[in-house]
């Protein structure tokens, strides 16, 4: 995952503040290609992508005043997806009302929920990935292992205990270790 897509809790901060040029900028820079790439995936014109896009670069600072960030409720991105898949499907709708609507279009909305959900996972498995390479490069092979034996390939304490030479309280102690950076990196890739 590149920098330029986390959101610091600073820039969050600061974009309560319409009038914050700067912070404003750095979001349009950051999430203004993801917003459009969104409404490309959801099958929409490059054109209505661009239109879309440029509305709610225009309305997310007035939304952003009653935004009020929770870790527990959900992600900065999470919030922002919500957002973009509301105003797609606003735009999806005044188009059919003008009788403009894309099967394509209208397909997409009808398919929304199941792209939501492929797009969810995918960034929670892409932002678990970068976590466990940058946990795996901060501990010894032991402690990685016992994780990697535990966690990932459920095998017992017991047999991983044995297969690493080491006491099985150990593997339970290093495993914990592991995940509770897991977590702590987790939430410095979502922006928190």
Not at 9 to 24: E, G, H, K, S, Y
Not at 134 to 150: G, I, Q
Not at 160 to 173: F, K, S, T
């Amino acid at each position: 995952m590149s920098d330029d897509l986390r959101t610091s809790a600073t820039l969050l901060r600061r974009l309560r503040d319409p009038a914050d040029r700067d912070a404003w900028a750095a979001f349009a820079e950051n999430y203004g290609k993801r917003i459009y790439s969104w409404c490309l995936r959801w099958n929409l014109q490059e054109a209505d992508a661009e239109d879309v896009t440029q509305g709610l670069l225009v309305q997310i600072p007035t939304k952003m005043r009653s935004f009020a960030y929770d870790p527990k409720v959900g992600s900065f991105r999470g919030w922002l997806k919500t957002v973009v898949r509301h105003a797609l499907t606003d735009f999806v709708r005044a188009l059919g009302r003008r009788g403009k609507t894309s099967y394509a279009a209208l397909e997409s909305v009808e398919a929304e929920t199941d792209l939501m959900k492929e797009l969810d996972e995918r960034f929670e498995r892409e932002v678990l990935e970068e976590a466990m390479a940058r946990v795996e490069l901060r501990v010894n092979k032991v402690t990685w292992d016992a994780f990697r034996l535990t966690a990932i390939e459920q095998i017992s304490g017991k047999d991983a205990a044995a297969q690493l030479n080491i006491p099985v309280a150990h593997v339970y102690v290093y495993k914990q270790r592991v995940q509770d950076m897991l977590k702590e990196e987790i939430r410095k890739l979502e922006g928190e």
